[in-house]
């Protein structure tokens, strides 16, 4: 059970970690291209890759029944 649980941890960082960059990246890229460089494009950017991250991994560790599988052939 506890290596369930660090898997659902370990894959709940790891989607935080490239929503919040992705976020940021787009926050950039927007601040630069269309914005004439404010950093709110920024900060709104990362905000929401960090909330959408949030929403995913306490709806994964809300739910004990649900394991993501991985096939493995004999």
């Given at each position: 059970m506890a290596d369930?649980?660090?898997?659902?941890?370990?894959?709940?960082?790891a989607d935080t970690a490239v929503?919040?960059?992705?976020?940021?990246?787009?926050?950039?890229?927007?601040?630069v291209v269309l914005f004439k460089r404010r950093t709110w494009p920024v900060s709104l950017g990362?905000?929401?890759?960090?909330?959408?991250?949030?929403?995913?991994c306490q709806h994964d560790l809300r739910s004990p029944y649900l394991?993501?599988?991985s096939m493995v052939k004999d």
């Open positions: 369930v649980h660090g898997r659902k941890w370990d894959r709940c960082l929503k919040t960059v992705t976020g940021l990246g787009l926050g950039v890229l927007f601040s990362s905000g929401l890759g960090l909330g959408m991250g949030y929403a995913n394991v993501h599988g």
